[in-house]
């Protein structure tokens, strides 16, 4: 009989010890061991039981007396059909080495577009066939909500979709998504009603043996170029009851995520998987499964705010710099697709003291953004330097350049900065935008009326150049603003220079002191 023995794994990043350490050695967090209870088995597949179900289908048995020819041939269309998908060795032979030259990369160009643009625009297109996508976000923020549409729009388009819920019955599920598609073209159009209902599958269940049973019934063998989708609501309910661990736990993350990706790469399922985050916004359970899974997805967002952002993290067929931009309505949510401007107030409203809009890139798309500063009265020395949605660090690197270069005496003021709209600004653009906000809190004064702000803010008191000016101007143009601060183009002259370009006022400035004298 195996001997049960005994074995510490960091609840942070995974690594497993031997013996319980006050500190995690591999990623340096403290107390994050637990202790794991292991059974070594004789024969251990990690592919395990949810590969299996998708096994050769009953007329791929091998005949009697040709079992040995069958199996050659058989070994070899698996082979190339794990590569195509992946090459994680999945099916009966595995996979083999093949030149690169011969790798058929087409299935991963198809991409199934999900119905929804916002969302297709993050994931780079659409979801890729046998592709494992980990959407993470606050509770409430929308998650069910948003994977709940996308099904809705994918078994509209003819797409297979088993949307499983852990935490809530079918009959809840159902509920949502009749609220959900209540008055849209799928509930409109009676066609359209009727293949979502035909392909569109509920499950109510936290056993990964079971999904993956009803998964190879209804999403398993469908036809050449249909490529189904699996929506897991959430992994951490999900369990393996081989395992002794509960639900949640480190041990069942790895084992259930770890299966469902070896079946999607071997059967051409596209698995969503949707996780929840710790207080500190983090996805709960190990990094092992944002490295397990091909696109990580944060949905972000201020829960009492209407704005709500999909951002991605990490994309092995796309880019990581695109948003998906969309607001909650009672019906759901409501994509963005010209740009939402997260500006509280238009170009041509009113001037406000301490309040700066800003154009800021994301990928493609260029986002007004309006940032908000208050300076009130502190203590030398104890000085509070709070922000939301901004860098700390740039926050109090653009207080020093204001109290070296501009003459402002700021050590004795509480500061406040914030970005509308729960949006987070990471780009040097908004520099000057921040820089101006705490000014004119501080003199009271602000920005003409239909004004915005952009360029890097250096430790010299100078502003320095952005990339895209040109797509920043034209979108602050078609939203309605008259006046733009910008860094000043390499030429011998020292005053500001103001040009007109359509309509749009521009103002190119050289140093801090002089976007200053521009406030009124």
Known sequence: MSKVRQIFACRSCGAVQTKWLGKCPDCGTWDSLEAQRVEPKEKFDPRGSALKAFGPAEDEIPPPGHSLEFMANENEAVADRGGQMGGMGGGVGGSRARPIGEVDSSILIRRIPTGISELDRVLGGGLVPGSAVLLGGDPGIGKSTLLLQAAGTLAANGTRVLYVSSEESAEQVKLRASRLMQGSEGEKNTARGAETAANLFLLA??????????????????PDGDHPVLIIDSIQMIYKADLEAFPGSITQLRRCCA???YMAKASGVTVVLVGHVTKDGQLAGPRLLEHLVDTVLYFEGDRYHAHRVVRAVKNRFGSTLELGLFEMTGTGLTQAPEGLTFAAL????????????????????????EIQALTATGFLGAAKRKSSGLDTNRLAMLIAVLEQHAGLRLADRDIFASAVGGVKIAEPAADLALLLAIAGAHYKRSLPAGGVAMGEVGLGGEIR?????????????????????IPAAKSGKTKPAATNRGGLQVIEVRSVADAIDQLA
């Open 205 to 222: 269940d936290t056993s990964l043996s079971r999904i993956t049973e009803q998964a190879s019934k209804v999403l398993g063998r469908g």
């Open 259 to 261: 299966e469902l990706v």
């Open 346 to 369: 238009t170009g041509g409203a009113g001037p406000r003291p301490g309040t700066v809009c800003c154009p800021v890139m994301t990928g493609t798309r260029c986002l007004l953004v």
């Open 465 to 485: 150049p952005i990339p895209q000016i040109e797509h920043r101007l034209a979108e602050a143009k078609r939203l309605g603003f008259t006046t733009a601060l």
